[in-house]
């Protein structure tokens, strides 16, 4: 089973408060309808919490019962209470309003004499009927939900900036090649693209606290305009300097949404695992040589990287870099600290290595300083394809057009493939791909999304053919890498983007190489792996590097054919790719996947005034962020499968419960926001169409027809019905998908 259904299923605590929360949220929305209903002295008949059959109620002079009031009601009256007139209930001395408790969770209502959202021609004309009020005083019963929600936010939001609420950071850690982000082009000239380590301070004039807002950002921009990005960044005297990007969002492959291709910066302590995430941070551990450190019979896993020890550069005496793990913004024209981003701080010391090992410390759980030493791993060129500059597909690493096999390096717990592959089974070829690079794979797998597709596989020297489960989003549920340590190529890449939308071709695009041909020596340099793939290449190419020119490389190369012929061909490298493979350096073989994000800190320092312009500013800018994710759905730069419904929403609340009190504290006050946002929204059967009818009621004198209520009532229903069916089998399918 996924992990997110394990987790929802499991995580039973989790899930219980979130709904305790939800119903908090419900109570007091529908506390305001009740309260403003007693001051313009209509009868409230109901109050409920949830939706469908009742679990519990009380009425006062009855007491608490099992289901509804009403059968004891009846037995003690002859009748029920909301048959009996204001004069009765106080001679039989008995409450009008019956508190009940239901069993689904996705809502509640006060019922009013006279109000039925449901059915429109239940009107009365008695004096404490919702239909005598005043239209002013209607209005105010019907916008009161709303407005106590909008200040339960921001009394929420105001309690979590006096406590103080960590966020990730708004620093960049990574930036995707060829993305958004990495061909920024700067307002003010110099080099242009983001990069590792700075520090984003404003988007559009919008100061930017979090990389949350970064996200959101890039998501709700409008499709194909410009954002204009401040940035703070050390330049080469580390001074802190403010540079201002401008860059369009693109549709991201993997979430659907618009970005500009970042990833946050992470600090060098050791991930909280959780559930799900533990095989990843296990993996990530073994493969880069950090496992847990064993004393006696006891494993003492690692807790936190403190210091990155590597050779100086030209002496046999070694540099250290401490590891900055907190986010402090630097005024313009100070000195700034070194890259806060340990993932940075890594990559820099791999590059510096040149291939060689270095040393890194570590703190223990128990507290032991311990060393690791580290391998670097080759870096390969990125391979911007038209496809994937136009597309946002994913971007293949090689080495002049070539591109590694993809290995299997991990099967996801809960994967419909835990019985059909294996980590270390390379892929030979899926459905008619041969060889498939990362970017064909997606492709392949998309069209047999929800069904099975036909694999081979390299498995202990052997192809071994497959019948692979494809999950609906397209995916094997499994984490697939680079066959690093077999020379062996996909199907070639032939032509690479160019700025300005161009094209060219790669140096083995005349070749025309046969997906899975094996490289075995370049310039007469056996090759087993790409290390001594790129090695041989750089070596080759030394001299026209130091001259500025292109080079003829002669190759040997075996077709993936059953006699395995061998044959030499030229490969004409032009200068600029001889250039380009000779920038490539080394990477540190230890992923951002098993570092806690760099954090901030979202704080009134103890300052209630603060707080409270931090409460209503935040609330502010959610309910913009609400309407504007509505306004981008219908513009489609934001697809409607983004939306969540109840169970989405109680999944992620459970998540947000591990984070903290003060995280499901901020959550919940965005809920708030969303709740009051949709709920005003003119359409039929909520709060903001009731209010539109009152509206017109106001400008002419009468209510609309009942036969216009009524057909706007099925409309209202029917949309409604159906983005809840959508929202409920979207949140049921990624539950069982992992999506």
Known sequence: MPHATMEILTNGWNVLIILLGFGVLIFIHELGHFMAARWAGIRCESFAVGMGPVLGAWRSGIGWRAGSTDPATIARFGKPAIEMTDEELARNGIGETEWSLRALPLGGYVRMLGQDDLDPASVSEERRSFQRAPVWKRMIVVTAGVTCN?????????????????????????????????????????????????????????????????????????????????????????????????????????????????????????????????????????????????????????????????????????????????????PVGERAPNSPSVTVLLGEAADRSAGALFDTKWTTASGAEVTRTLQPIPELQVLITPASEINGAEIDRGLLGLVPLMRVERVAAGSPNQDTLRPGDVLLRVENVDGPRMSQLRTALASHAGGTADVVVLRSGEPTRLTAKVDRAGRLGVVIAPALDQPATTGTINRLATENNGERATAVAALALLPRTTVRSVAGTAVIDWVTMRAAFLAATKDAAVQGAGASVEIEVEAPTPAHERSTVVLVIAKEDVAAIHTLGWESPVTSAIFDPLMTRLTANGNPITAIRMGFHQTKTMVVMTYLTLDRIFRGSVGVEQLRGPVGIVHLGSRVVDRGVMYLVFFLAMISVNLAVLNFLPLPIVDGGLFLYLIYEHITGRAPSLKFQNAATMVGLLLLGSLFLFTFYNDVMRLFTGG
């Open 150 to 330: 909008l200040i339960l936010a921001i009394a929420l939001f105001v309690l979590t900036f006096m406590v103080g609420v960590r966020f990730e950071a708004p620093v960049v850690g990574a930036v995707a090649p060829g993305s958004p982000a990495a061909a920024a082009e700067p307002a003010e000239g110099g080099p242009a693209g983001l990069k590792a380590g700075d520090a984003i301070t404003a988007i559009d004039g919008e100061p930017v606290l979090t990389f949350a807002d970064i996200q959101i950002a890039g998501a709700m921009a409008r499709p194909g305009e410009a954002l204009t990005i401040e940035v703070q960044r050390a330049d080469e005297t580390g001074m802190t300097v403010q540079r201002t990007f401008r860059m369009i969002p693109r549709k991201d492959a993997v979430s659907g949404l618009l970005a500009i291709g970042i990833e946050p910066a992470m600090s060098g302590l050791i991930g909280a695992v959780r559930g799900e995430e533990r095989e990843i941070f296990d993996s990530a551990l073994t493969s880069a040589g950090l496992g847990p450190v064993m004393t006696g019979t006891k494993a003492d896993p690692l807790r936190e990287l403190t210091e990155i020890i590597e050779p100086a550069s030209g002496a046999n005496a070694a540099q250290m870099h401490r590891v900055t793990q907190q986010y402090i913004p630097v």
